[in-house]
T-cell receptor, first 112, second 116 residues
Framework: SQQGEEDPQALSIQEGENATMNCSYK?????LQWYRQNSGRGLVHLIL?????REKHSGRLRVTLDTSKKSSSLLITASRAADTASYFC????????????FGRGTSLIVHP | EAGVAQSPRYKIIEKRQSVAFWCNPI?????LYWYQQILGQGPKLLIQ????????DSQLPKDRFSAERLKGVDSTLKIQPAKLEDSAVYLC??????????????FGPGTRLTVL
């Protein structure tokens, strides 16, 4: 079974708009990471947020983590056509070795 | 620095045949992962190595899948015999972390397997 589940499954927006996608998970985690996958560049790491952090920024990306709700959100501001991709969250369960579990992903289409 | 290399990029086989995939991680990366990604789903971890030891292989169908990482560098993943449901992209990733803990995974381009 997959630990993280992204929502929505698909998102279609216009260039310049913001895109928000969410990830929910079931068990306590050590860390949560967001990845992007498109046909051109494959699967690429975007950002890592640790369980004791609440918010992180990287360029146009903003990630929040709410461990009480077992959820995370990824915000892409001022989206571009090049942001068109699938976005996945990956979690690793608290305790033990780091074993990542990916969700099913959100498919984002940004129309120019 | 060179990225994670995988070969072949594409493979088409008949069911019940055997197939092998090869991965060369980023130089110096201790941890290597093999994932299976079925169309429309996220990657599913099959096996994780740290150096040449197995950290986790709980989702590897051991009756037909095997993997090894010789000398803690390159790795091969084999399927024997293949089934129709094995059609997927097989991704290899590596990271530099040692002794557990999260780290950025660097993914290869993947091998797209089609089983007819």
């Amino acid at each position: 079974s997959q630990q993280g589940e992204e929502d929505p499954q698909a998102l279609s927006i216009q260039e310049g708009e913001n895109a928000t996608m969410n990830c929910s998970y079931k068990t306590s985690i050590n860390n949560l990471q967001w990845y992007r996958q498109n046909s051109g560049r494959g699967l690429v790491h975007l950002i890592l947020i640790r369980s004791n952090e609440r918010e992180k920024h990287s360029g146009r990306l903003r990630v929040t983590l709410d461990t009480s709700k077992k959820s995370s959100s990824l915000l892409i501001t001022a989206s571009r056509a090049a942001d068109t991709a699938s976005y996945f969250c990956a979690t690793d369960a608290a305790g033990g070795s780091y074993i990542p579990t990916f969700g099913r992903g959100t498919s984002l289409i940004v129309h120019p | 620095e060179a990225g994670v290399a995988q070969s072949p990029r594409y493979k088409i086989i008949e069911k019940r045949q055997s197939v092998a995939f090869w991965c060369n991680p980023i130089s110096g990366h201790a941890t290597l992962y093999w994932y299976q990604q079925i169309l429309g789903q996220g990657p599913k971890l099959l096996i994780q190595f740290q150096n040449n030891g197995v950290v986790d292989d709980s989702q590897l169908p051991k009756d037909r899948f095997s993997a090894e990482r010789l000398k803690g560098v390159d790795s091969t993943l084999k399927i024997q015999p293949a089934k129709l449901e094995d059609s997927a992209v097989y991704l290899c990733a590596s990271s530099s972390i040692r002794g557990g803990g999260a780290d950025t995974q660097y993914f290869g381009p993947g091998t797209r397997l089609t089983v007819l």
